[in-house]
């Protein structure tokens, strides 16, 4: 019989093996048990034929695909692609595909797009700082195997990777103090954000253990643009530095201040967090907390691995912020 090289099918290589296709499906797949010399027959075969297995037929046959979900609120954020680019570069070296979904900011569709998802890969990475722990339970058998990332879930069976969000704030507050600031303004995240949760905390400590400082909330988001449609009412609250929700704020923050006639920081200090590559390349160059997130993806594959391996996958792990000092800050006037 004369065949295509590389154009075999299944039941070319069943017909010249003289077996039936279940029985090279089997075979190729690795889950044959029967007469050694039948399944050398079939290999045989294929080898004889260039038979080339169909990726979509294995992962059907298999019930797996190879690939896991990510799941984020906004990949325009830096920040969410650098854990992107951890987890996605760990994950090739294992034979696995990452494919993403972005919620546009919108918890109310977290839960479904999870699911969705879900179902087509092997298992789903999961950064939604944003739904609800409600619906998070409600749907975290069907997502197994699960990994959670800028939360802490301790009533679900899920590796969970975190960030020290309060100990971050709690860093940058106190320097602008030791600075003699004492008249700070906060622009806050989105409200249902399990991060902004915890900056939140560490600010209300801070200014529990420090009475003589001054610490306004200002509603913001998590854009460039929140940053700067803030920027008036940062002006005229009188603070002499504004802690922003993240670097995207405190960029848009600055341009907007810079367009009121204000200067970073001769006129107002200006802190963000994460430590996104923009950062350090803004004018004025950004102090911001900084956040290993690469590393965080990383992490991420190697407690997914184990998931998917049946394997103990460790501890969960919260990440310390590192205080980066640059440009954007400086003593009140």
Same mark, same amino acid.
């Given at each position: 019989m004369a065949t295509n090289r590389g154009s075999a099918t299944i039941t070319d290589v069943a017909r010249h093996a003289g077996v039936s296709p279940a029985t090279v499906s089997r075979v190729m797949n690795g889950r044959f048990a029967g007469d050694p010399e039948i399944a050398e027959r079939v290999r045989v075969a294929a080898l004889e034929l260039s038979y080339v297995p169909s990726p979509l037929a294995r992962s059907l046959a298999l019930g797996q695909t190879n690939a896991i979900a990510f799941v984020v609120p906004d990949l325009a954020n830096p920040a969410f692609q650098s854990v992107l680019a951890g987890l996605s570069k760990t994950a090739a070296g294992d034979g696995y595909r990452v494919l993403v979904a972005d919620s546009g900011e919108s918890p109310a569709d977290e839960a479904a797009l999870s699911t969705e998802i879900r179902r087509r890969t092997d298992a789903i990475v999961l950064c939604a700082p944003r739904m609800p722990e409600d619906d998070l339970r409600a749907i975290a058998s069907q997502l197994q195997p699960l990994v959670l990332i800028n939360r802490v879930a301790t009533q679900i069976a899920a590796p969970s990777l975190s960030i020290d969000y309060r100990t971050g704030i709690y860093a940058l507050a106190r320097h602008l103090h030791d600075l003699g600031h004492r008249h700070l303004v906060y622009l806050y995240g989105p409200e249902r954000s399990a991060s902004n949760a915890y900056r939140e905390s560490g600010l209300r400590d801070f200014a529990e253990e420090h009475p003589d400082v001054r610490v306004d909330r200002v509603p913001a988001g998590a854009g460039s643009d929140d940053g700067r449609a803030a920027a008036p009412t940062v002006r005229d609250s009188g603070a002499t530095a504004a802690l922003a929700f993240n670097d995207l704020v405190a960029i848009g923050l600055i341009g907007g201040l810079r367009e009121l006639g204000l200067r970073v920081p001769e006129d107002v200090? %200006?802190?963000?967090?994460?430590?996104?590559? #923009?950062?350090?390349? =803004? /004018?004025p160059a950004?102090?911001?907390?900084?956040?290993?997130?690469?590393?965080?993806?990383?992490?991420?594959?190697?407690?997914?691995?184990?998931?998917?391996?049946?394997?103990?996958?460790?501890?969960? %792990?919260?990440?310390?912020?590192?205080?980066? #000092?640059?440009?954007? =800050? /400086?003593?009140p006037a």
């Amino acid at each position: 019989m004369a065949t295509n090289r590389g154009s075999a099918t299944i039941t070319d290589v069943a017909r010249h093996a003289g077996v039936s296709p279940a029985t090279v499906s089997r075979v190729m797949n690795g889950r044959f048990a029967g007469d050694p010399e039948i399944a050398e027959r079939v290999r045989v075969a294929a080898l004889e034929l260039s038979y080339v297995p169909s990726p979509l037929a294995r992962s059907l046959a298999l019930g797996q695909t190879n690939a896991i979900a990510f799941v984020v609120p906004d990949l325009a954020n830096p920040a969410f692609q650098s854990v992107l680019a951890g987890l996605s570069k760990t994950a090739a070296g294992d034979g696995y595909r990452v494919l993403v979904a972005d919620s546009g900011e919108s918890p109310a569709d977290e839960a479904a797009l999870s699911t969705e998802i879900r179902r087509r890969t092997d298992a789903i990475v999961l950064c939604a700082p944003r739904m609800p722990e409600d619906d998070l339970r409600a749907i975290a058998s069907q997502l197994q195997p699960l990994v959670l990332i800028n939360r802490v879930a301790t009533q679900i069976a899920a590796p969970s990777l975190s960030i020290d969000y309060r100990t971050g704030i709690y860093a940058l507050a106190r320097h602008l103090h030791d600075l003699g600031h004492r008249h700070l303004v906060y622009l806050y995240g989105p409200e249902r954000s399990a991060s902004n949760a915890y900056r939140e905390s560490g600010l209300r400590d801070f200014a529990e253990e420090h009475p003589d400082v001054r610490v306004d909330r200002v509603p913001a988001g998590a854009g460039s643009d929140d940053g700067r449609a803030a920027a008036p009412t940062v002006r005229d609250s009188g603070a002499t530095a504004a802690l922003a929700f993240n670097d995207l704020v405190a960029i848009g923050l600055i341009g907007g201040l810079r367009e009121l006639g204000l200067r970073v920081p001769e006129d107002v200090s %200006v802190t963000g967090f994460d430590d996104i590559p #923009l950062a350090q390349y =803004v /004018a004025p160059a950004l102090t911001t907390a900084s956040v290993p997130h690469a590393e965080l993806g990383v992490v991420a594959w190697q407690r997914m691995r184990a998931l998917i391996r049946g394997e103990e996958p460790g501890h969960n %792990v919260v990440f310390q912020p590192r205080l980066e #000092l640059r440009d954007s =800050v /400086a003593p009140p006037a």
